[in-house]
């Protein structure tokens, strides 16, 4: 009989964590690279492992992991794939309960030794009573047990999980997502999912109570049948967002190289996620997209009828036909909803049949009083506000990073979104240059932080929460 | 007989400008902003006009268009519409070109009133042997005659041309493609299009020796023909990209609140564009890539394969997807190529098959050596290479912000284009924090200036080749 593995709920809290295949100050090793993020996110127990040196990065370097003093419960492990067995009898022979291999060239590369390589490494595992994450992935990133493969990652623990066959995209979502006010329980890069799959982290997560949303980028999937079963199992629970990878001839070829995933047909995938009630992405930043307007905005969404308010003809004619594009709708607004409009906003060169176009949408009080209005209109679900970072916008004045009109601005918003009980959203648009971008960045910090939901454009916006409120109503 | 319009030619070159509405400390004038404007790019002779006032960022302020003791080719106006009848008497009197009306209020509010008072503003144009710009528009921008009106502008001339409905669009157009390379020969915002419209603009840049590509945004055209043997006059001689504004039921009643332009039906519009063989465009974004596309790879392209080379299997199999979704071909590549490849990247955490992912193609040497083994396949047309800017991508190092590497990126790739004879293009994804985004413009700023089409995504990349190749192929 095949020993039964060993339960993913033991994997997320490692006390002690080896790190083998470190050295002191190669520049691009991965290894090297995640003692320092360990140690910046203030992991208590880094053992870095290499017999060439005796210390990295201020840390004592073992010669082996059966030399390391401490308790290992998680090994990470960069060194070559020929070498990887060896090392698979030294995790057995310390009790680890899971092992991440960086390491690649296994079933990827095409090669039939490699498959081979990967079967005996499962074997060893199973036998060893220990679990495999890879070969071929960046690993764990647990916020809450200060588990990190790299700087630069969220370390304030949150309700989103993502799991991702892609290293790079685990460690994008995270990064890109950390301004945006996305916080993480768990992200698993899973790579080539010998061990570790994606049907079993998905039942995992639906379980999870620190998890409330769960995203998911799939290369490919080993048994159609039992992911549709996970998926909708998860999708009962939570929402969960799938972005698949590998949907055209090129990408095929693309995944099977980079995690050996043979793709299946992206029409019967896309059946699959429709009928299991997923959202689906199609990139990264449609991915965070979503997850942030799942995050800000969902709870409070009730339909899909949006207004938009802002300063600028042609963002305005751009907000409206992405907007309804995308499939949400702008419900024009009645000579009523107008008149009051035009009692304190100016009717030249003002559009004021939602979208609302108007100079003096610059300015806090007008800004306060057209959401109150529109916040007013039944058909309107949401409200959203859009701003450009770019010298014209702010005329000469350095508004947007005047503190006081950020704070003012901010406290109208609130004020709004409180008096109209509706979700407001904001589209920041990026400036270009250096001080632009400085501005950008600190005022979609302090929005973010007032709990603002912020995307980057009119059509990001749109697309993410055209998905959204078709989910909140399907 | 109606009298004949002057030339537009007399429009791009004025020597005096006076600027109507000016105020000394106005933090939203429109009018000061120009003032400024002006006065930044080194234009010669400005005459703030504003009877309220005396002196207007430290120029002397005229208390009438009349008073200004010097030649005044352009005007631009920014007070109340039911002031334009009068200040149009005081245009004529002065002998001017043109004007340019900043201010809104006519026909866009969908008032009768504002129409009758544009047909009578027309009118004494006609009879003062002078043309209107707009009104409701930020009129020109050429920076040969230094004319702007506003800051941030690229002030270098250049080869493109912009015509834009959307005074919006008009600034955010040069201010996001000078850090891409973009220059410009001439700018014309002309919102309600009164007297100079798109059709008059087409046939005058078709003709201008200035001008080797044309961008149009366009809301509404009043004479569906005419445009059609415009565009098609101006798509013989030159590239022309078009983005149409208003192709939604809340588009088209934005864009009549904005230009009082009736859209048309998107699929008559698109079937136009296409039967003049004009490349379109669905927003600025969109824009600026074409336009750099035709500027940098456009010249060198001879067909729609492509080859792609970075760091990041997420990255690489999103490539694939998008770039083929959007209608260029990654051919695959042979096991001869293959193995050229494993010459000098490692095969362990690489895909060899087009895209080829490599950790690796960091470094120059690799980088190098990639691109000229795939520009040697005579399937690839244009090579890609893609590079994140985040922390994890620069593995700790800081590469991308050493100058040296940076130089040496350059060099190499530098060195690949001249070897294989074939347009290299970037696609640089942004970071997400203020050390990352620093880094990637100084990088951006680098490679535009090593004469490198820059892109923000592959998925960008993708989408503006696929328009360009189709084009240049059609």
Not at 106 to 128: H, I, N, Q, V, Y
Not at 212 to 227: H, L, P
Not at 312 to 330: Q, T, Y
Not at 359 to 388: K, Q
């Amino acid at each position: 009989m095949e020993p039964r593995e060993p339960p993913l709920a033991d994997l997320f809290s490692p006390r002690g964590v080896a790190v083998v295949g470190a050295s002191p100050a190669d520049r691009a090793s991965f290894a090297t690279h995640v003692v320092r993020s360990l140690k910046e996110a203030g992991f208590p127990a880094i053992y870095p492992v290499n017999p060439k040196h005796t210390k990295v990065l201020d840390l004592p370097c073992y010669p082996s992991l059966r030399a390391v003093p401490g308790a290992v419960d998680h090994v990470i492990v960069s060194i070559p794939a020929e070498l990887a067995l060896g090392m698979l009898d030294d995790c057995a022979a310390k009790g680890v309960k899971s092992v991440h291999f960086f390491t690649a060239g296994f079933s990827e590369t095409g090669d039939e030794k490699g498959a081979e390589l990967e079967r005996a490494m499962l074997a060893k595992a199973r036998a060893g009573g220990f679990r495999i994450i890879g070969p071929n992935c960046v690993g764990l990133f647990v916020p809450k047990s200060r588990l990190v493969t790299a700087t630069g990652m969220p370390l304030e623990p949150g309700p989103v999980a993502f799991i991702s066959q892609s290293g790079g995209h685990a460690h994008d979502l995270p990064y890109h997502g950390a301004p945006r006010g996305l916080r993480f329980s768990k992200v698993v890069s899973y790579g080539n999912a010998l061990d570790v799959d994606e049907c079993e982290l998905l039942e995992y997560l639906s379980d999870d109570p620190e998890t409330e949303i769960i995203a998911a980028y799939v290369e490919g999937v080993r048994d159609g049948r039992r992911f549709l079963s996970a998926l909708t199992k998860a999708t009962a629970r939570k929402p969960v967002v799938v972005y698949k990878g590998g949907t055209t001839d090129a990408g095929k070829r693309a995944a099977h190289g980079h995690t050996a995933s043979l793709t299946s047909s992206t029409a019967v995938f896309e059946a699959v996620c429709r009928q299991a009630n997923a959202i689906q992405a199609d990139d990264i930043e449609t991915l965070v997209d979503v997850l942030v307007a799942l995050r800000f905005v969902s709870p409070l969404l009730r339909g899909n009828g949006a207004a938009v308010a802002g300063l600028g003809g042609g963002p305005s004619v751009l907000a409206s036909d992405e907007m309804e594009k995308a499939g949400l709708r702008l419900p024009p607004l009645s000579q009523e909803v107008q008149a009051e409009l035009k009692r304190f906003l100016p009717v030249a060169g003002a559009i004021l049949r939602n979208p609302v176009d108007a100079t003096t949408l610059l300015f806090p009080e007008a800004i306060s009083a057209t959401m109150r209005v529109l916040g007013a209109v039944p058909e309107v679900d949401v409200l959203v506000y859009h701003l450009g970072f770019h010298p014209v916008s702010r005329w000469g004045a350095g508004l947007a990073s005047s503190p006081t009109f950020l704070r003012a601005t901010i406290d109208a918003l609130t004020d709004a979104r409180r008096a109209t009980g509706k979700p407001i959203l904001l589209a920041l648009r990026p400036a270009a240059d250096w001080n632009g971008m400085k501005e950008f960045l600190a005022a979609q910090d302090a929005f973010v932080g007032a709990g603002f939901p912020v995307f980057h454009s009119l059509r990001q916006a749109g697309a993410a929460m055209a998905r959204v409120a078709a989910w909140n109503l399907g």
